[in-house]
């Protein structure tokens, strides 16, 4: 077969082992890291504007490398070739191998906040897509500079009001990482923030039946004619005809 990789750049490098196995021809196209951050619209809008720009070159598929993320992937429609698209609410799901795994581990650790070596890589680009800042601007005493005391503050507060949703980091490691740096800065982001830190082992099992064609019931296949929607049960997502949405 002949496939069109549409990924987020958070997960490059694990997309990237995978099209190493597979035995297909995979061309790539990998989106901005911090698109789902810009909400709902923009990254479908996004992200189907990559499989229409696709449209008639002769693919046979086009497989995202992508969970529903915030419903960013419902509503993407396959106008003219199939969609595949992993059953997955995030890229926790992908990183950590099944929904299964993902559903029990986040039951048992709620308030976890989830780092891969992607996600350390791009930190400071993310900041810089989400705020239009750089990440050492976020620091208090910077904001206090730039902007004065009270407004300085507010900005502080706001930009890290997360912070006191977590008390827990986990790092998913998943074996393609070259040394122990990213771990140790995620580590060392759990003691900034007093959090708690964890390492656990990640898969790539559904990166590389993604890749490889083996796509069974953890995954949507999306026919020509039919669109994307959240399922809002276990299967995460479903297909309904164009026609019904329009």
Not at 77 to 99: E, F, K, M, N, W
Not at 197 to 208: M, V
Request: glycine fraction near 10%; hydrophobic fraction near 40%.
């Amino acid at each position: 077969m002949k496939l069109l990789l549409i990924g987020c750049d958070v997960i490059l490098r694990e997309l990237c082992e995978a099209l190493l196995h597979s035995p297909h021809t995979v061309h790539t196209l990998f989106l901005p890291a911090g698109l789902h951050d810009r909400g709902t619209i923009a990254m479908r809008s996004e992200v189907q504007k990559a499989i229409d720009d696709a449209e008639g070159t002769g693919y046979d598929a086009i497989v995202l490398g992508y969970g529903l993320c915030g419903n960013g992937l419902a509503g993407l429609r396959a106008r003219g070739v199939r969609l595949v698209i992993p059953r997955a609410h995030d890229c926790i799901t992908l990183l950590l191998g099944s929904r299964k795994r993902y559903a029990d581990f986040f039951l048992a650790n709620s308030g976890t906040y989830y780092r891969s070596i992607g996600w350390v890589e791009r930190r400071e680009e993310l900041q810089m897509q989400v705020f239009g800042m750089d990440f050492d601007a976020t620091r208090l005493d910077k904001l206090i500079e730039q902007y004065g005391e009270s407004n300085g503050r507010y900005l502080y507060d706001e930009m890290t009001r997360y912070v006191r949703n977590y008390d827990k980091l986990v790092f998913i490691q998943t074996g393609i990482e070259p040394d122990g740096s990213a771990a140790e800065a995620a580590r060392a982001e759990a003691a900034e923030k007093s959090w708690s830190f964890e390492l656990i082992e990640g898969e790539l099992g559904l990166f590389r039946r993604l890749l490889a064609g083996d796509w069974s019931d953890d995954f949507l296949i999306v026919p020509v004619g039919f669109e994307s929607a959240a399922s809002h049960d276990d299967g995460v997502l479903k297909s309904v005809p164009i026609s019904q949405t329009e």
